[in-house]
């Protein structure tokens, strides 16, 4: 008799990752996937596709990373790549200040094609080169705060916060919610249970002493 698979489906998300040309979106995903980083810059062309399965603590997850071109001539393309992405990671370059006013464009073309039902998280990358710096960290979060996006800083170059990003993204998921939830009500269940202990042992009375009347 054939035995019957009962394992539950691998959950798929689709990451789309956008900004302009030479931001670092091929070297996040390198850096995640491989955890290297080529010197060698070269400009992804057209759409690239990578996917890779995250173990977390309460579940297992299949990311699909859609590494797209930054270049104005495959622009066309985009939209359609984010229209069932269930995250869209803007990258910006923190030595380009151009790089990062043009965030805003890209944050509205999620916006248009996704409405509210898709989670952003704004990349300010490059964070390695400390000297060239023309985007302050405050003014990642100020951008981030004003479009209602999370916001977190990189470097592929140095490895930085690239697994930090990961977990928030795969912690923000569609389904993450409940489970999230499931910690916080354990959480408040066992810090209720110790309360309740603490508050019996106080409101023990003490044995009387004995007394000798001899």
Known sequence: MA??????????????????QSVGKTSIIT?????????????????????????????????????TAGQERFRSLIPSYIRDSSVAVVVYDVTNRQSFMNT??????????????????????????????????EDGDEKARESNVNFIETSAKAGLN????????????PGMES??????????????STSTIQLESSNKTPPASSSCSC
């Open 104 to 137: 805003t464009r890209w944050i509205q073309e999620v916006r248009t094609e996704r409405g509210s039902d898709v989670i952003i998280f704004l990349v300010g990358n490059k964070t390695d080169l400390v000297d060239k710096r023309q985007v302050s960290i």
């Open 31 to 67: 850096r995640f996937m491989y955890d290297k980083f080529d010197n060698t810059y070269q400009a992804t062309i057209g759409i690239d596709f990578l996917s890779k399965t995250m173990y977390l603590e309460d579940r297992t997850v299949r990311l699909q990373l859609w590494d």
């Open 179 to 192: 489970v999230n939830q499931n910690k916080q009500e354990q959480a408040e269940q066992a810090r209720m």
């Open 162 to 173: 690239i697994k930090a990003l990961f977990r928030k993204i795969a912690a923000a998921l």
């Open 3 to 20: 035995s019957v698979n009962t394992t539950s489906p691998l959950a798929k998300y689709k990451l789309v990752f956008l900004g302009d």
